[in-house]
């Protein structure tokens, strides 16, 4: 340590220690005075340093450069509501629903060039028409704070129509609580600006300022940073989302309570983390500072505020005022300690960094009562229940795609966080809580062909591809666990740049280079493959090609427990041609409870590639079970079933297939079994606005919706918007019918559209859909995506098959072809079955390629010894044959013990190895052990193969088998822990996802090629 930094540290504590008490915060935590020199000295030898001080030195300079009056008058007081959503019934004054389509939050503001207004994106009309300020500085009150009745009202009007008798004299006018059309309808143009201008600019300043004083050890960055955070703690104990929800601001979520403080509960985390960590950055550069007391003593003095006369003071001002208010707004759930947000009360508590105080900050977020009577004693949302229960054995939070991965992320931060407070020695989450590590992979196994993550519940945009994944967060998951699997990610997702290894916080280190060269070490030379992944409780299945160039992907979901579900239950989704095939909705137009189009048709099951039954939605997140998962191209197979999407129903099970072709195309087999319940629907939508249907005549239904021609479109015929339990038909409109039962084949093509740009110039990417079963009816219809989603299409072509009737039992029977310009199908046959089981069990098709390949695919239910015409045999679950110029080329089998076509023979001894489990062991977290009788044979094969626990548990307990021992088999570090067994004693022992008793099968793939 230099002697410069010796004596401020002396310096500092004396200072410190000796103003308010022994516990009082002695230094910066998250950047220490070591880390600034470090970061100072790097700059000076190292270009990209140098590049993030200038960048960071740019970004604060322009708020430096304002006065201290001027920055301690940026920040607002409660009396000024803040909202998210201008209209969401209109939209904008001037073009109304055109503005939907630049987004959720469309309106744009501009704090430094336009203050106290908002602009529309599509007509550029600006509001409110009056000078808002003007206003605003007339109604300060002796504090400085916004109270509404003491503004001067003669301020108020329109100024492009000053004249008081002009018609428009007082329309479009805001006064901070919203302004009116001529017709008297509101808008809240003020309040959206405070919310996405005044607040995000005090936000930007306080990043900016804070994080320059880091990197730069200017005191002049840490003086403006403190000369915010003095005036938010003066406003901040008033600040109450509940408050104005009395005065009609409620934002969009469902209350009362309408919980929140500046944001909403949920979003007011990242005000936590922000003011932790921009205190916690500045503390060391503000004691000692007298000029800084000077200005906020003459501030307090003028505006009649609390005593400012020392740093001292000050300080505890901040702390008690900001962090410890924070703190104890996860108490009464204004501020949401749920499971996205723990990393930030975890920051709070080490920013105050007051010793005992701290210690039982951080004991409360590790107790099984955090964060409230709200979460406690039933679902928890403590560290170790988040790192037992709520994320799941795979690393992926108890939420849908955004949802659920920003959980995970939350997690890792919170690693982050913690390892910056040595001091607390209770609990160590990287050491104590193995499954951490699974955070930092998931992301990557959630994506698709290396490039989008499936929407699953409110997740994205209709067809857009999101890639999970980044650089940094195998980079840190590196430095925590040195795993080779993270280096090589860190690799892959950096394309081969070394450069991008280095992490945000490396400028801090004072060897900055040391762990990106470690990675650039550590990675190895290998190509990078795609696996088929199968995640259990987030229940998404994936079966794809093994190279991402010109990749085709198939995933089902059967997810369990997740928050911001879909009811999509055994929904599908495919990605071929560069296009989202089956595309979900994803995110709502607006979450709200009371948002009419969200549970009546976004999320619920009449919009999602699935079986509707009972003319209504499915559970949310019921839970599923893989009953078959087998990968031997050119098949790759899986069946999945859940005893739990509709309550009654005896089978409700698909059989999935994606079965390639050559390198470049497949097709999807899709087998749809469901028996009880009442009208089976099974839905489709493909890419497009329009479809064509080829061997079927349909005729349009003149007025109307799927619901009937007297039911209008959004016309709620069924039940009420909130509850709603009916059918959704309602949204499906420009109807086509067969108006009859269709017993022939068909076909449905959809010409892919995408306004993304993912059609590259020559390319025509079709879906098209080949239909075997018969039915009742057969309709088409559209439906729109939300409209507000940047990219999203007007509407998409709907295909519904109906069996009608009571008691249904159904086997519906679907080819899916994504093609370019050509289709490589020509035909798609039913062939004749013999077996003695249940009829709807059973299906054998054959696929008539362009080529005149024929193949010939074999589903039953169950394992069935089937006799198909055209000399077939066959005795198992899932059997391929493919044939070209009358020659078998290539036989598959799952779970089965023969396939036979003339000559042509595959035979196993087994069908599967099955048998019971005896004991788990998971005194190594690395390696989680089932022991099973009969053991597995000692084959190297079954590696990678996977093992289905069978057990009532709703959710898939399917594993792959990473390491065969001589009584039974190792998950590896996929840990086989489900839950503790009482959230509110942790030391209780835990529940698991396999037990003694549970029976195992492992299906046997065999494969031939000829
Ligand atoms: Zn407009
Ligand atoms: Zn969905």
């Given at each position: 340590m230099d002697t410069r930094l010796r004596v401020l540290l002396i310096l500092l504590s004396s200072l410190v220690a000796g103003a308010h008490?022994?516990?009082?915060k002695q230094c910066s935590r998250f950047v220490t005075a070591q880390m600034r020199a470090n970061a100072v000295a790097n700059a000076g030898k190292l270009e990209w340093a140098a590049t993030e001080q200038r960048n960071a030195v740019a970004a604060a300079d322009r708020w430096a450069s304002m006065t201290d009056e001027q920055l301690w008058a940026i920040v607002p007081s409660q009396e000024l509501p803040r909202d998210?959503?201008?209209?969401?019934?209109?939209?904008?004054?001037?073009?109304g629903k055109a503005?939907?389509?630049?987004?959720?939050?469309?309106w744009t503001v501009d704090f430094?060039?336009?203050?106290?207004t908002i602009q529309c994106p599509n007509c550029k009309s600006i509001y409110p028409?009056?000078?808002f300020y003007a206003f605003y500085k007339t109604a300060?009150?002796?504090?400085?704070m916004f109270r509404?009745?003491?503004?001067?009202?003669?301020?108020?009007?329109n100024a492009d129509h000053?004249?008081?008798?002009?018609?428009?004299?007082?329309?479009?006018?805001?006064?901070?609580y919203g302004m009116f059309d001529e017709k008297g309808n509101k808008f809240v143009a003020i309040a959206y600006y405070v919310w996405l201008g005044q607040w995000q600019a005090v936000r930007s300043a306080i990043g900016a300022l804070s994080r320059a004083y880091t990197l730069t050890d200017d005191r002049k960055y840490a003086y403006k940073t403190a000369v915010l955070l003095d005036r938010l703690a003066d406003v901040?104990?008033?600040?109450?989302?509940d408050n104005l929800a009395k005065v009609g601001?409620?934002?969009?979520?469902?209350?009362?309570?309408y919980l929140g403080r500046i944001e909403d509960h949920g979003w007011e985390n990242d005000v936590v983390w922000l003011v932790a960590h921009a205190y916690d950055y500045v503390f060391e550069g503000i004691q000692g500072d007298q000029e800084l007391v000077d200005f906020c003593a003459r501030q307090s003095q003028k505006y009649k505020l609390?005593?400012?006369?020392s740093i001292a003071v000050i300080c505890k001002h901040i702390e008690d005022n900001l962090l410890v208010d924070m703190l104890k707004s996860y108490k009464d759930d204004r501020i949401s300690g749920n499971t996205?947000?723990?990393r930030n009360p975890a920051a709070a508590a080490i920013a105050l960094d007051r010793g005992p105080e701290t210690e039982q900050w951080l004991d409360y977020v590790f107790?099984?009562?955090?964060?409230?009577e709200r979460y406690g004693g039933g679902t928890g949302n403590s560290i170790p229940w988040m790192l037992i229960e709520?994320?799941?054995?795979?690393?992926?939070?108890?939420?849908?795609a955004g949802y659920g991965r920003f959980v995970s992320s939350t997690m890792r931060d919170l690693a982050d966080v913690l390892c910056a407070?040595?001091?607390?020695?209770?609990?160590?989450v990287v050491a104590d809580f193995p499954?951490?590590?699974?955070c930092f992979l998931i992301d990557a196994r959630l994506n698709c062909l290396d490039a989008a993550v499936p929407?699953?519940?409110?997740?994205?945009?209709?067809?857009g591809w999101y890639r999970g994944g980044n650089v940094t967060q195998f980079v840190r998951g590196y430095r925590y666990y040195r795993d080779p699997r993270m280096a090589a990610l860190a690799a892959h997702f950096a394309e081969g740049d070394?450069?991008?290894?280095?992490?945000?916080?490396?400028?801090?280190?004072?060897?900055?280079?040391a762990l990106a060269g470690g990675i650039a070490a550590a990675v190895k030379d290998e190509p990078f493959r795609l696996h088929c992944e199968h995640l259990g409780r987030y229940g998404q299945a994936v079966l794809q090609t093994?190279?991402?160039?010109?990749g085709r992907a198939l995933w089902i979901n059967y997810g369990?427990?997740?928050?911001?579900?879909?009811?999509?239950?055994l929904n599908i989704g495919l990605y071929a041609k560069n296009l989202d095939m089956l595309p979900d909705l994803g995110y709502p137009e607006y979450t709200g409870q009371s948002w009419p189009n969200r549970f009546a048709w976004n999320s619920h099951s009449v919009s999602h590639n699935m079986l509707l039954v009972n003319d209504t939605a499915c559970g949310g997140s019921p839970g599923g079970r893989i009953n078959l998962f087998a990968v031997d191209p050119p098949l790759r197979v899986m069946d999945v079933s859940s005893?739990?999407?509709?309550?009654?129903?005896r089978t409700y099970r698909r059989t999935v297939a994606l079965v390639d072709i050559s390198d470049t195309d497949s097709y999807v087999f899709d087998v749809f079994r469901a028996r009880g319940g009442k009208n089976h629907r099974l839905i489709y939508n493909g890419p497009a606005q329009t479809a064509t249907v080829a061997g079927l005549q349909l005729q349009p239904q003149?007025?109307?919706t799927f619901a009937g021609e007297n039911v209008k479109f959004a016309?709620?015929?069924?039940?009420?918007?909130?509850g709603y339990h009916g059918s959704?038909?309602?949204?499906?409109?420009d109807v086509e019918r067969s108006g009859k039962p269709v017993d022939t084949y068909l076909t449905v093509d959809w010409k892919g559209e995408d306004l993304r740009g993912r059609i590259a110039e020559g390319k025509e990417p079709h879906l098209r859909l080949h239909a075997l079963s018969p039915c009742d009816e057969v309709a088409l219809a559209s439906g729109d995506p939300p409209?507000?989603?940047?990219?999203?299409?007007r509407r998409l072509r709907y295909v519904i098959r109906s069996r009608l009737g009571e008691n249904v039992t159904s086997q519906f029977v679907t080819v899916l072809e994504p093609y370019d310009?050509?289709?490589?199908?020509?035909q798609v046959r039913r062939l004749q079955v013999e077996h003695d089981?249940?009829?709807?069990s059973v299906t054998a098709v054959a696929v008539d390629l362009a080529d005149g390949t024929t193949d010939i695919i074999i589903s039953c239910e169950e394992r069935t010894s089937v006799k198909v015409e055209g000399g077939v045999g066959f005795d198992g679950q899932f059997g391929m044959i493919r044939v070209v110029n009358d020659q078998v080329k290539t036989m598959r089998m799952c779970n089965a013990t023969l396939l036979r076509k003339g000559e042509a023979e595959l035979t196993a001894p087994v069908a599967a190895y099955e048998g019971t489990v005896t004991a788990i062991d998971i005194s190594d977290p690395l390696n989680n052990r089932v022991m099973l009788a009969?053991?597995?044979?000692?084959?190297?094969?079954?590696?990678g193969k996977v093992i289905h626990f069978q057990n009532d548990l709703p959710l898939d307990t399917s594993y792959d088998i990473k390491a065969i021992t001589a009584d039974g088999i190792s998950t590896g570090d996929i840990t086989i822990i489900r839950s503790f067994k009482d959230n509110a004693d942790f030391a209780a022992g835990y529940n698991y996802l396999v037990n003694p008793g549970d029976r195992y099968a492992v299906p046997i793939v065999v494969g031939r090629d000829f």
């Amino acid at each position: 340590m230099d002697t410069r930094l010796r004596v401020l540290l002396i310096l500092l504590s004396s200072l410190v220690a000796g103003a308010h008490g022994a516990d009082a915060k002695q230094c910066s935590r998250f950047v220490t005075a070591q880390m600034r020199a470090n970061a100072v000295a790097n700059a000076g030898k190292l270009e990209w340093a140098a590049t993030e001080q200038r960048n960071a030195v740019a970004a604060a300079d322009r708020w430096a450069s304002m006065t201290d009056e001027q920055l301690w008058a940026i920040v607002p007081s409660q009396e000024l509501p803040r909202d998210i959503h201008v209209s969401q019934a209109i939209g904008c004054p001037n073009c109304g629903k055109a503005i939907d389509k630049f987004g959720n939050y469309p309106w744009t503001v501009d704090f430094w060039n336009r203050p106290w207004t908002i602009q529309c994106p599509n007509c550029k009309s600006i509001y409110p028409k009056n000078d808002f300020y003007a206003f605003y500085k007339t109604a300060l009150d002796e504090h400085g704070m916004f109270r509404h009745e003491l503004g001067d009202r003669s301020l108020l009007f329109n100024a492009d129509h000053p004249d008081p008798k002009a018609p428009l004299h007082k329309v479009y006018v805001d006064d901070g609580y919203g302004m009116f059309d001529e017709k008297g309808n509101k808008f809240v143009a003020i309040a959206y600006y405070v919310w996405l201008g005044q607040w995000q600019a005090v936000r930007s300043a306080i990043g900016a300022l804070s994080r320059a004083y880091t990197l730069t050890d200017d005191r002049k960055y840490a003086y403006k940073t403190a000369v915010l955070l003095d005036r938010l703690a003066d406003v901040y104990p008033e600040m109450d989302l509940d408050n104005l929800a009395k005065v009609g601001f409620p934002r969009s979520y469902a209350g009362p309570p309408y919980l929140g403080r500046i944001e909403d509960h949920g979003w007011e985390n990242d005000v936590v983390w922000l003011v932790a960590h921009a205190y916690d950055y500045v503390f060391e550069g503000i004691q000692g500072d007298q000029e800084l007391v000077d200005f906020c003593a003459r501030q307090s003095q003028k505006y009649k505020l609390a005593d400012k006369s020392s740093i001292a003071v000050i300080c505890k001002h901040i702390e008690d005022n900001l962090l410890v208010d924070m703190l104890k707004s996860y108490k009464d759930d204004r501020i949401s300690g749920n499971t996205a947000r723990i990393r930030n009360p975890a920051a709070a508590a080490i920013a105050l960094d007051r010793g005992p105080e701290t210690e039982q900050w951080l004991d409360y977020v590790f107790s099984p009562g955090f964060p409230n009577e709200r979460y406690g004693g039933g679902t928890g949302n403590s560290i170790p229940w988040m790192l037992i229960e709520g994320v799941d054995r795979h690393g992926m939070g108890n939420m849908s795609a955004g949802y659920g991965r920003f959980v995970s992320s939350t997690m890792r931060d919170l690693a982050d966080v913690l390892c910056a407070y040595p001091d607390y020695r209770k609990h160590d989450v990287v050491a104590d809580f193995p499954k951490l590590k699974q955070c930092f992979l998931i992301d990557a196994r959630l994506n698709c062909l290396d490039a989008a993550v499936p929407n699953i519940g409110d997740a994205g945009a209709t067809g857009g591809w999101y890639r999970g994944g980044n650089v940094t967060q195998f980079v840190r998951g590196y430095r925590y666990y040195r795993d080779p699997r993270m280096a090589a990610l860190a690799a892959h997702f950096a394309e081969g740049d070394a450069g991008k290894y280095r992490l945000p916080e490396d400028i801090y280190e004072a060897d900055p280079e040391a762990l990106a060269g470690g990675i650039a070490a550590a990675v190895k030379d290998e190509p990078f493959r795609l696996h088929c992944e199968h995640l259990g409780r987030y229940g998404q299945a994936v079966l794809q090609t093994e190279t991402p160039q010109e990749g085709r992907a198939l995933w089902i979901n059967y997810g369990y427990g997740l928050g911001h579900s879909h009811a999509d239950c055994l929904n599908i989704g495919l990605y071929a041609k560069n296009l989202d095939m089956l595309p979900d909705l994803g995110y709502p137009e607006y979450t709200g409870q009371s948002w009419p189009n969200r549970f009546a048709w976004n999320s619920h099951s009449v919009s999602h590639n699935m079986l509707l039954v009972n003319d209504t939605a499915c559970g949310g997140s019921p839970g599923g079970r893989i009953n078959l998962f087998a990968v031997d191209p050119p098949l790759r197979v899986m069946d999945v079933s859940s005893k739990t999407a509709y309550p009654g129903l005896r089978t409700y099970r698909r059989t999935v297939a994606l079965v390639d072709i050559s390198d470049t195309d497949s097709y999807v087999f899709d087998v749809f079994r469901a028996r009880g319940g009442k009208n089976h629907r099974l839905i489709y939508n493909g890419p497009a606005q329009t479809a064509t249907v080829a061997g079927l005549q349909l005729q349009p239904q003149a007025t109307g919706t799927f619901a009937g021609e007297n039911v209008k479109f959004a016309e709620f015929y069924d039940g009420d918007v909130i509850g709603y339990h009916g059918s959704g038909f309602m949204y499906l409109y420009d109807v086509e019918r067969s108006g009859k039962p269709v017993d022939t084949y068909l076909t449905v093509d959809w010409k892919g559209e995408d306004l993304r740009g993912r059609i590259a110039e020559g390319k025509e990417p079709h879906l098209r859909l080949h239909a075997l079963s018969p039915c009742d009816e057969v309709a088409l219809a559209s439906g729109d995506p939300p409209q507000n989603k940047v990219g999203n299409l007007r509407r998409l072509r709907y295909v519904i098959r109906s069996r009608l009737g009571e008691n249904v039992t159904s086997q519906f029977v679907t080819v899916l072809e994504p093609y370019d310009t050509a289709p490589f199908v020509k035909q798609v046959r039913r062939l004749q079955v013999e077996h003695d089981a249940d009829p709807d069990s059973v299906t054998a098709v054959a696929v008539d390629l362009a080529d005149g390949t024929t193949d010939i695919i074999i589903s039953c239910e169950e394992r069935t010894s089937v006799k198909v015409e055209g000399g077939v045999g066959f005795d198992g679950q899932f059997g391929m044959i493919r044939v070209v110029n009358d020659q078998v080329k290539t036989m598959r089998m799952c779970n089965a013990t023969l396939l036979r076509k003339g000559e042509a023979e595959l035979t196993a001894p087994v069908a599967a190895y099955e048998g019971t489990v005896t004991a788990i062991d998971i005194s190594d977290p690395l390696n989680n052990r089932v022991m099973l009788a009969p053991p597995l044979p000692q084959d190297d094969g079954l590696i990678g193969k996977v093992i289905h626990f069978q057990n009532d548990l709703p959710l898939d307990t399917s594993y792959d088998i990473k390491a065969i021992t001589a009584d039974g088999i190792s998950t590896g570090d996929i840990t086989i822990i489900r839950s503790f067994k009482d959230n509110a004693d942790f030391a209780a022992g835990y529940n698991y996802l396999v037990n003694p008793g549970d029976r195992y099968a492992v299906p046997i793939v065999v494969g031939r090629d000829f």
